[in-house]
């Protein structure tokens, strides 16, 4: 009788011993990175490296999620999230129509500002400025999403004919630099890759035309992913802010001042 149960037993303990395993797997995820500023960029030494490329390193470190990492247009990658082909991506900042798609966990703050050139900029320094010279358009890159204030004021663009849109950033600074347009939205960490588009760079200045409204960045998780895989990255996102891991990624890429600016303040 107990030669007959030993492998009814082992049987048992193998079963039970799967459940557990398929309990604690996280994954493998899709998760997406796109080419913008220190956000995520090739360095001719070392490789892949970003803010985003060293963000989803640690949470995978720490959730134990197995994420495999893509390169995308920020257009493509909402796209794919639709679709379900992209579960993951960073430095995503919140909107209505993206929290329909994905559970949206905040980090880090940023407020997009306007390229313009310097003379340009002293005769247009407010949005309704910009509005009421007819002739003027705005140039964006596809799929962005920039805060309420300036995300209406490129509908509006968009419904008058006067939104001129790019694949990504690098063409849209050869694209402001060529006169396809008159003004680039930009967040600080793209302004050195705007600037350095033009034979001289401070014919170049940012207009700060929502300075009172901070936007939330997040990690953004499509809600089709499983609760328990989503909570585990959440609270290791939480513990990343909580033990400062995302100041120090912040400020590996962005240095002291930008790192500061960038701050969750959680308001």
Same mark, same amino acid.
């Given at each position: ?10 049987? =048992?303990?193998?079963?039970? /011993? ?9 994954? +493998? ?5 796109? +080419? ?18 060293? /963000? ?6 720490? *959730? ?9 247009? #920020?257009?493509?990658? $909402?796209?794919?999230?639709? %679709? !379900? ?5 960073? *430095?995503?900042?919140?909107? @209505? ?6 559970? =949206?966990? @905040? ?12 003379? =340009? ?20 890159? #596809?799929?962005?999403? &920039?805060? +309420?204030?300036?995300?209406? $004021?490129?509908?509006?663009? %968009? *419904?008058? !004919? ?28 793209? $302004? ?30 499509? %809600? *089709? /992913? +499983?609760?328990?895989? #989503?909570?585990?990255?959440? #609270? ?16 590996? &890429? ?14």
């Amino acid at each position: 009788m107990r030669a007959s149960l030993q492998p009814l037993i082992a049987g =048992l303990l193998l079963a039970l /011993m799967g459940e557990q395993a398929a309990a604690q797997a996280c994954g +493998p995820y899709t998760a997406a990175l796109y +080419p913008y500023a220190r956000f995520y960029y090739e360095d001719p030494h070392t490789g892949p490296a970003g803010i985003d490329k060293d /963000m989803f390193d640690e949470l995978a470190r720490r *959730s134990g999620c197995q994420l495999r990492l893509v390169v995308e247009s #920020r257009v493509r990658i $909402w796209d794919q999230m639709r %679709r !379900g082909g992209v579960q993951l991506t960073l *430095s995503a900042l919140v909107s @209505p129509e993206r929290r329909e798609i994905a559970e =949206l966990v @905040p980090y880090a703050q940023g407020r997009y500002q306007v390229l313009m050139r310097r003379e =340009l900029a002293a005769r247009t320094p407010t949005i309704a400025a910009f509005e009421a010279n007819t002739e003027l358009r705005l140039l964006d890159v #596809r799929g962005y999403a &920039h805060g +309420p204030t300036i995300d209406a $004021w490129v509908q509006r663009m %968009r *419904s008058q !004919g006067r939104l001129v849109e790019a694949g990504d950033f690098k063409t849209a600074t050869r694209m402001l630099k060529a006169g396809r347009a008159d003004a680039l939205l930009a967040l600080p960490s793209g $302004w050195g890759i705007a600037m350095a588009a033009f034979d001289d760079p401070d014919e170049l200045v940012p207009v700060d035309v929502t300075p009172t409204e901070r936007n939330a960045v997040a990690l953004a998780m499509v %809600r *089709s /992913m +499983p609760e328990d895989d #989503r909570q585990r990255l959440r #609270r290791a996102l939480q513990a990343m802010l909580a033990e400062g891991k995302v100041h120090e990624i912040l400020r590996r &890429h962005l240095g002291d001042k930008g790192a500061k600016a960038a701050a969750y303040t959680g308001d």
